[in-house]
């Protein structure tokens, strides 16, 4: 910023998302209106390496030592046999609830249709998905009408170069295809008259002029290779995996149900199924938990209520074949309240719930909602005790 001015002088300031109980707030502007005079930075989060860092701590193994050719790994992208459960305990085709980049729908659906068996199958998937108009109405059609093979399509842009020069083109006007099909530019007709004079198919051709962007290869091996490894802890120490995926991806818990064990948690996630589009997005998101809570219970794991003198601020800790949620898994209680518990309960034991209430600056719908939840069960409402 220019010494004399400061950010608040020409920008909005609101909450992140409009979450009221925010802790920070966020500037909102028009980037090309300040783009050749103030220096911005995006310094983006990224959950997966927190939770391979956490699962490294829980476990002291060092994550770049996991194989990535675990033949029970790999079995989770086509069938979730390997977690020792079946499609109809926990709902789905596959084992990859929960593994970045291979647990939406959308790319279930894909793993559902090819049947990935090996890495380099697993970065196709990852390129295919994250690219647009190179899986729907492309690929996806070219596989299911037998044209080809997961193998054979396109699906990241460096595939295109390296196909072409194995074809026999000249490196460079490889280049210069992959490069115009990659921005959505399509083929110039010496491009497809080049590629049909090397024995290029007409369907790769066709292929090529539909892709409106593709990703680099690169980046697809570093996702697929970071999924991998969360999948290899997945299937080998389950509960620090459920714990690691609770504390860093997830942020809206329904503890009521997800405590009560499968029966409940299952007739919550087909409530929310039931209401389709109608559906809110904080559901969506609740959906996704629900449907790895579920999983958790069906492989003879449990979650346990708060536990008022046990439980995190904001990490799930394990107790045996257990997780035992934090403070901040309530709906509503943000950090700042659940690290004022912690606080709270080190200096001494709460009296009541009113001592709670007050020593720990809980509001008293959440008093309400653990008291439901059980966890306060023992604790009289107020301070003073009765003599009679």
Not at 105 to 122: A, N
Not at 187 to 206: C, F, G, K, T
Not at 350 to 362: A, I, N, P, T
């Amino acid at each position: 910023m220019p010494d004399y001015m400061d950010i608040y002088d020409f920008t909005p300031v609101q909450f992140p998302a409009d979450a009221q109980d925010a802790e920070w707030k966020t500037t909102h502007f028009d980037f090309h209106s300040i783009h050749d005079n103030v220096l911005k930075l995006d310094i983006l989060g990224h959950d997966d390496p927190t939770v391979i860092r956490m699962l490294q701590d829980l476990s002291g193994i060092d994550p770049k030592t996991v194989p990535t050719d675990d033949p029970e790994v790999m079995k989770i992208f086509s069938t979730p046999e390997s977690l020792g459960v079946t499609e109809e305990q926990i709902g789905c085709k596959t084992g990859t609830l929960g593994i970045p980049e291979f647990g939406t729908r959308f790319v279930r659906q894909m793993l559902e249709e090819t049947k990935p068996s090996t890495f380099s199958e697993l970065v196709q998937i990852s390129g295919l998905s994250h690219g647009t108009d190179v899986w729907l109405g492309n690929a996806q059609e070219l596989i299911n009408s037998g044209t080809c093979v997961l193998s054979e399509v396109i699906g990241c842009r460096d595939d295109i170069m390296v196909y072409l020069i194995y074809q026999g083109l000249e490196p460079s006007f490889a280049f210069k295809i992959m490069e115009s099909v990659r921005k959505g530019k399509g083929l110039s007709e010496d491009m497809e008259a080049e590629m049909r004079a090397q024995n290029v198919p007409e369907w790769y051709i066709d292929s090529c002029k539909k892709i409106k962007y593709m990703f680099p290869k690169a980046h697809a091996a570093a996702y697929v290779l970071m999924a991998v490894r969360i999948a290899w802890f997945k299937v080998h120490h389950p509960i620090l995996y459920y714990a690691a995926y609770f504390t860093v991806r997830a942020s809206d818990f329904d503890l009521i149900a997800m405590t009560q064990g499968s029966a409940v948690i299952r007739s919550r996630i087909d409530e929310i199924n039931a209401k389709g589009l109608e559906a809110s997005k904080k559901e969506k998101d609740l959906l996704t938990v629900l449907e790895i809570a579920l999983e958790m219970c069906e492989r003879g794991m449990s979650l346990k209520k708060i536990d008022l003198y046990r439980s995190q601020a904001s990490e799930f800790i394990i107790d045996g074949n257990s997780l035992i949620p934090p403070f901040d898994a309530i709906p509503g209680l943000g950090t700042n309240v659940a690290k004022a518990i912690v606080a709270a309960r080190e200096e001494k034991e709460f009296l009541s719930k009113e001592d709670l209430q007050q020593r720990g600056r809980v509001s008293k719908t959440i008093i309400e909602y653990m008291d439901t939840l059980g966890c306060l069960e023992g604790l009289p409402d107020a301070n003073q005790l009765s003599l009679f």
